[in-house]
């Protein structure tokens, strides 16, 4: 059975990040998933990231013993479900990371930062907590959904970086190091460059890694950029699926069908919707969620205006026009036979299929689509029988379609 080696290595990275967290000496940022990591690192923080944590809490499948506590709080079922489980899972005072690491909750921040440039969300989020906890609190508003990115937009969101520069002076006791900052954007820069590589691996046929494997392999990306041990890590996962890519190894023998997944990951599901494509000899090798960790703008010579770029280019914070030229590039460089879009009930921000998109893709692709109703952490969404005769019956004429043709 196919098996990437460099997972053993990355359990001992991600293991060593929440580990690191025991440390209460430590100054802690929480920063939003596609916030800017790398000027809270400059200041010596440790970051954590509370979507992460909803993400564990829906891989585990605990969210559901949490959400309710929030509805209490009078958040609404359909919002966020990272938000529902993690206020919930603090106000339960419980947490998978107990199990694993032995910790009680994430570590006590001494500030909170949020980036708007994917959803609102966040800064209700956040605010909660800043409220709660009596914790400073900033944030970047930039514009939102844009076509391209322009200079005005990037002067608009890199001075507001630059006016973090005070309440992050303060919560952390250190002076801005314009040095350190260019530090922490080329550790950056080199990390999400490499991780860039090991999803373009899954170009080849057969494709050494899946969407289902990189959602795991995306965690040192997402909660360890600007660093080495992220830069590191890819390197060797890299050099491994590059190998195998050569080898002609892959996780399937033969390709039936090449799929593109959109939208969020079913976080409670991975492993039966993993087993079931390959079961159908089908591999999902490309998809908008693992590639929202690429930042191709960053730039160690211009690091507020290339962290401005950077983080308002964003695949989510995109048009339709602009989503609509990124997703039929990437059907063509991977060669996808069809596409999925996962419709997430609490997540409208990051579900593409609302307004014609899967219909216009069919229309200027070619190929067809198919809209799956679930969620990223509320189970009580997603139903399991429904979903596989779905995507059963689909690829079943994704694979007649190609013997006719
Ligand atoms: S983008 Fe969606 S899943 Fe992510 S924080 Fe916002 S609402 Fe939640």
């Known amino acids: 059975m196919y098996k990437i080696q460099s997972s053993k290595l990355l359990k001992e990275v991600m293991g060593g990040y929440f580990l690191g967290m025991k440390d209460t000496n430590k100054k802690y940022a929480w920063c939003t998933s596609v916030g800017p990591a790398e000027l809270l690192r400059s200041f010596g923080f440790e970051v954590h ?14 969210a559901g013993d949490f959400i309710p506590e929030s509805a209490e ?6 919002i966020c479900s990272y938000l529902t489980s993690d206020i919930g899972s603090y106000l339960k005072k419980q947490t998978p990371l107990q199990d694993h690491y032995g910790l009680n909750g994430p570590p006590k921040p001494d500030i909170i930062v949020y980036n708007t440039n994917q959803c609102r969300e966040v800064q209700d989020w956040f605010t909660y907590f800043a409220k709660e906890i009596n914790c400073p609190i900033v944030g970047i508003t930039p514009p939102r959904h844009v076509d391209e990115v322009t200079e005005a937009h990037i002067n608009d969101v890199s001075s507001q970086f630059k006016s973090m520069i005070p309440a992050c002076e303060k919560a952390s006791g250190n002076k801005f190091d314009l040095d350190k900052f260019k530090d922490t954007i080329r550790l950056s820069k080199e990390a999400t460059e490499l991780w860039k590589k090991v999803l373009l691996t899954a170009k080849h046929s057969p494709s050494p890694i899946s969407f289902f494997d990189a959602t795991i392999h995306m965690g040192p990306i997402v909660v360890l ?3 080495l041990i992220a830069k590191d890590y890819y390197a060797a996962l890299l050099k491994e699926l590059e190998g195998n890519a050569a080898n002609k190894v892959g996780f399937l023998q033969e390709e039936k069908s090449r799929i593109y997944w959109d939208g969020m990951p079913i976080w409670g599901k991975l492993r039966p919707l993993s087993d079931l494509f390959i079961q159908n000899n089908s591999a999902v090798v490309a998809s908008t969620y693992c590639n929202s960790w690429i930042f191709d ?18 695949f989510i914070n995109r048009s339709e026009m602009a989503k ?45 689509t198919l809209v799956i109703e679930g969620d990223l952490c509320d189970l009580r969404f997603y139903s399991e029988g429904q979903t596989i005769t779905k995507i059963e019956t689909f690829l079943e004429q994704i694979e007649s379609s190609k013997v006719l043709s």
């Open 73 to 78: 709080l009078g958040y609404n079922n359909d």
């Open 49 to 62: 990231f509370p979507e992460n944590h909803g993400a564990l809490l829906g891989a585990t499948r605990t």
């Open 297 to 314: 703008a960053f730039d160690v010579e211009h690091p507020f205006e290339s962290s401005a770029k950077a983080y308002t280019e964003i």
């Open 225 to 227: 950029r600007g660093t």
């Open 324 to 368: 609509e030229k990124i997703l039929a590039n990437l059907i063509e460089e991977f060669r996808i036979d069809g596409m999925i879009f996962h419709d997430a009930k609490t997540c409208a921000n990051n579900s593409n299929s609302r307004f014609g998109m899967p219909q216009r893709i069919t229309e200027k692709m070619g190929i067809p």
